[in-house]
């Protein structure tokens, strides 16, 4: 009986897993369709298959590629995919490296305030980014960070590091403190324990911030587009740049390619580090 229910259990949770899937791959499949259809196909059903979802082979072009990469779009799409990379990885790696920090003595020590900090944490990251944009945008203009790559790292600092510190200090506190109470008996310092014994068990907790804190980042359009103009604009906010060859004319075809070419730095990661993440957010889902 117990059997029976374990292999129902797991039947619906493979059909409910498999449902998820194509649900969330479905819109992927159609930006992917939009980037390779030529301009009659993205306007004229009869040119496509599968109803209105997949130009037929006649039909298919990577010119949108070739426009974004090498053509009349790339002086906008380059430098801002150039940026986008600049500015998300800078971010990450400070605010994960402060975090950590942040994270171990919340999670390892004992003073006044601590539950303050968390708490503060949360509510900035609960604050309304766009209520941010206009002080931010007058004070940058002033001092000469608008328009800048350091102009976008702060505020990005400002949505990730909050988030960093929470999911931090959740595995910290999955580690045990003996672990590093036997390595200073041995004769370790406060720092050579925490380096050689408590980052390396925490690392799938870093990993995991560091892709969740990069993910953050990557799809900010709010700041990319209020604190940029041209230098340091960042790919979401260049999309909204993007235009066709008359006024009439809506850019689908190169906007879909961009998406996918943006999406693929995001995958590569995933793909990576895939077990790190599992096991970071496996061993941070119980306490115990």
Sequence with gaps: MARNQKDSSATFMGIASLFV????IIPL?????????????QIDPDL???GNFFPRPDQMSFDNYRLILTGGASDLFVPAL???????LVATVISVILATFCAYAIARLDFPGKKLILVTALAVS???????????????????LFDTQLGLIIPYLSLTLPLAIWTLSAFFQQ?????????????????????KVIVPLASPGVFTTAIITFFTAWND???????????????????????????????????????VIVTIPVVILVLLFQ??????????????
């Design 126 to 144: 609960f604050f309304p980014v766009i209520s941010l944009v206009t002080p931010l945008f007058d004070v940058w203009s002033k001092i000469g």
């Design 48 to 50: 496509n298959v599968f």
């Design 21 to 24: 899937i194509v649900f969330t």
């Design 275 to 288: 077990q790190r993440i599992v096991s970071g957010l496996t061993s941070g889902a119980v306490k115990g």
């Design 29 to 41: 499949l159609w930006i992917f369709s939009l980037s390779i259809k030529k301009p009659a196909a």
């Design 221 to 259: 359009f709010v700041f990319a587009i209020s604190l940029t103009s041209d230098k340091a604009r960042t790919v979401p906010a260049a999309l909204a740049f993007f235009t066709g060859a008359s006024q009439f004319e809506q850019p689908f075809g190169a906007i879909s390619a961009a998406a």
């Design 82 to 88: 150039v940026n986008s990379l600049v500015v998300c």
């Design 175 to 195: 580690i045990p403190w003996e672990m590093e109470q036997a390595a200073q008996v041995d004769g370790a310092t406060s720092w050579q324990a925490f380096r």
